[in-house]
């Protein structure tokens, strides 16, 4: 489980306050932390963020090396899907 050190948990709600995550190592995402000043897993979570962004460097360079079409599409879908989108709906709120 992922705690500040200094914090004391009482176990019958070990559920962060603002995220609602339990800090339990594979069991909430990562994603859904909030990293606020008073989360209580938000070191662990950002470490573990940290390392899949790593891993998935290397995967990506693979990736590029050996299934260059396939990982351009994949790619591509998910730029759409995360950038685009957002971009767009970024300017018409403008």
Do not use: P
């Amino acid at each position: 489980m992922y705690i500040k050190m200094e914090e004391k948990i009482d176990m019958d709600d070990v559920y962060c306050k603002i995220c609602n995550a339990c800090g339990e190592d594979g069991c909430c995402s990562a994603l859904i932390c909030k990293q606020h000043k008073d989360g209580l897993y938000c070191e662990g979570y950002l470490t573990d963020l940290k390392f899949k962004a790593s891993v998935l460097d290397d995967c990506f360079e693979l990736l590029e090396k050996h299934c260059n079409k396939e990982f351009d599409d994949i790619y591509d879908k998910n730029w759409e899907i995360f950038y685009e989108n957002k971009i767009n709906n970024d300017e018409s709120n403008n």
